[in-house]
């Protein structure tokens, strides 16, 4: 009997110990397929990299691995840094307070830079630019952001600075809370204006893109709203892994790699 508890105490350590090594910095971040056999890394050879994968080109789901541009620019990140990356896919919203509680490293989800982010977190250099655009029925009266003003209710994306610039006051160029729909991803937003719930929905080109290829009867519209550079969001306190990404997507940006990846995604029209 003696001999049955010791060996079961040594199952039990064994477990608690396979457990501690499934994830870094306490969290328990999805695993995109790119990370290494469970407890073949110590926490600080993953690199957790949050993200919202809704939003092609840049991040999506395809045969149940995160893919895209940020994807595969963090990928290579990882490489540089010598560190195995691992991604975890959620809400916009919850990118910045995973960051923040120490549940991500990084967060790469084509996020602009803005005031009220960087009041939580660092950003890195800009990767990439996007262009905000709007996304309207084929028969529709919009033809320009000036439209937008005549009581029109525009789709967003939740926590997006698309939603951001929308719901600004008319004074800072926006249109109002009151006029804006928040959706937790671009494809609610788009199935909200097959059904007219909303008028319009704006949000990154690339993307747009994506949904009125795959929806008929929609369209965008060739007025540009915003035009705006992506950044990696990192946690305020950690200047050391700022160094490091950064110096990594000069690396990035000096070989080819960066441009190879976002041409990959990307054809010029």
């Known amino acids: 009997m003696k001999m049955k508890k010791i060996l079961a105490l ?10 501690a090594a499934c994830g870094s910095n306490g969290g328990s971040a999805a695993d995109n397929g790119q990370s290494s056999a469970e407890g073949e890394t110590s926490g600080d050879d993953v690199l957790i990299m949050a993200t919202n994968a809704a939003f092609p080109p840049y991040e999506y789901v395809e045969n149940n691995e995160v893919v895209g541009i940020d994807a595969e620019i963090a990928q290579a990140i990882a490489e540089d840094l010598g560190m195995t990356l691992q991604i975890d896919d959620m809400d916009f919203d919850s990118i910045i307070p995973a960051i923040t509680t120490g549940k991500a490293d990084i967060g790469v989800a084509g996020m602009t830079v803005t005031e009220e982010r960087l009041q939580n ?3 890195s250099d800009s990767y990439a630019t996007g262009v905000q655009v709007i996304i309207v029925p084929e028969d529709s ?8 003003a005549n009581d029109k209710m525009i789709g ?5 600075t698309g939603h951001i610039y929308c719901a600004d006051t008319p004074e800072n160029g926006g249109f109002g809370e009151e006029h804006v729909a928040a959706f937790p991803n671009g494809a609610s937003a788009v199935e909200a204006l097959k059904t007219g719930k909303v008028d319009c929905v704006v949000i990154d080109n690339e993307p747009a893109k994506a949904f009125v290829e795959q929806n008929e009867g929609l369209k965008i519209l060739d007025t540009e709203f915003v035009v705006e ?9 950690n200047e050391e892994l700022l160094e490091k990404v950064n110096a990594s ?3 990035l940006k000096e070989d080819g790699t960066l441009q190879q990846i ?3 995604y990307i054809t010029a029209e």
């Open 262 to 264: 976002i041409d990959k």
């Open 141 to 148: 009266d919009i033809t320009s952001p000036d439209d937008l």
């Open 10 to 19: 040594a199952a039990a350590a064994a477990m608690m110990l396979s457990l």
């Open 121 to 123: 977190v660092s950003f």
């Open 229 to 237: 550079d992506y950044a990696i969001a990192i946690a305020k306190d």
């Open 249 to 251: 997507l000069a690396k």
């Open 156 to 160: 967003v994306q939740q926590g997006t």
